[in-house]
């Protein structure tokens, strides 16, 4: 049995969540509003995103607005979100779209994809969302919809082609066509609200009269994933140098790699190994005279691939002296940092240093 769009849009109808990013019913969406959201939710939880989204917006009401923004803005808006290439990626894009565009997005996949930071999957979201073109977008919650309907077991990541060409033909029904943007939102939704990863209330969903993994009782165990290798763990020394007038001392990651373009305290490369202090304080910024360091603690913090623990040192010292600058070093004043472009990781060790002690 073929899974009915009309059955998932007559649940739709009833069961819609309502997003700040998404249009009511009976209106159209905002492309903008559509395309920032799709960027923010990739690895983030729709509760995660709602607040950084209402952010934007108020600060960058349109593309116009995001384009013009200057990057340490826009980083710091985006900090605590993670996958800072994405922020980078984002302003980009704001960027070619109000130069090049007119402000307006593409509304084809293919104009779309031709956009920085927006991949197959971002794109099929926004064109179907926002401009109603009839393709399937497949995020995860489409993914597992998509295995348990038809029982695919071969497990994740070596399946994903084939799930992607299977929910390609989710809206093959005439209806699903006529209404590509609230049928590609029911998709999500049913993920998210129904065919949920564990536990699925299958007994309410729409399209269980069509699930193939419901009949041979699998639903749950889908989509299977291959193991996991265990998570490693890296190690970092970062220091944390504040002058008597409250600056504090930050540099910028290279462009490139985790975290990048983003300001952080000054530190060497991590590595597979802990460092000891006697290693970590040859890395550790110079001033006159001679900054007194102390242990202020340690930071775990977990990336997606692996574990990292930072040990964290803190001096304060007069002034800054010139030879700082020269060696890319930026002096910030503490009361400043919310508004600047700092990931998660560095405002948990500036947070420990300024910490007082017994």
Not at 16 to 29: E, K, N
Not at 227 to 244: C, E, I, Q, S
Request: glycine letters at 8%; charged letters at 20%.
């Amino acid at each position: 049995m073929s899974p009915s769009a009309a059955e998932l849009l007559r649940w739709y109808d009833r069961h819609r969540r309502t997003l700040p990013w998404r249009a009511l019913p009976g209106q159209g969406a905002d492309p903008y509003h559509v395309w920032l959201s799709e960027i923010m939710l990739q690895q983030t939880t729709v509760t995660a995103v709602i607040p950084y989204f209402e952010r934007f917006t108020q600060l960058f009401p349109t593309v116009g607005d995001l384009a013009r923004a200057d990057a340490d803005t826009v980083m710091g808006a985006w900090a605590g979100l993670g996958y800072y290439a994405r922020a980078r990626n984002l302003h980009a894009c704001a960027q070619v779209v109000a130069r090049d565009l007119g402000g307006h997005f593409p509304d084809t996949v293919d104009g779309l994809r031709a956009l920085p930071g927006i991949g197959p999957y971002t794109a099929a979201a926004i064109a179907a969302i926002a401009f109603g073109r009839p393709v399937v977008p497949v995020d995860g919650n489409v993914e597992r919809v998509t295995t348990r309907l038809f029982a695919m077991t071969d497990p994740l990541p070596r399946a994903r082609p084939a799930i992607a060409r299977q929910a390609a033909h989710l809206n093959d029904d005439p209806l699903a066509h006529a209404r590509p943007s609230d049928f590609a939102q029911a998709l999500f939704d049913l993920g998210a609200g129904i065919c949920t990863p564990r536990t699925p209330a299958c007994a309410l969903c729409p399209w269980r009269d069509a699930c193939a993994g419901l009949r041979q009782g699998i639903a749950a165990t889908l989509p299977r994933k291959t193991p996991k290798a265990p998570r490693p763990t890296r190690y970092g020394v970062h220091f944390h140098l504040t002058d008597a007038s409250g600056g504090l001392l930050l540099h910028r990651r290279a462009e490139t790699g985790l975290l990048g373009g983003t300001l952080g305290l000054p530190g060497p490369q991590w590595r597979a190994e802990r460092w000891s202090m006697e290693e970590g304080l040859r890395h550790a910024p110079a001033g006159r005279p001679a900054p007194q360091w102390r242990h202020v603690g340690e930071v775990r913090h977990v990336f997606t691939h692996f574990t990292l623990i930072v040990d964290v040192y803190a001096a304060r010292i007069e002034r800054f002296p010139n030879s700082i600058a020269r060696s890319g070093g930026l002096v910030h004043p503490h009361d400043r940092l919310q508004q600047m472009g700092i990931a998660s990781l560095m405002r948990k060790c500036i947070a420990l240093a300024a910490t007082p002690t017994e």
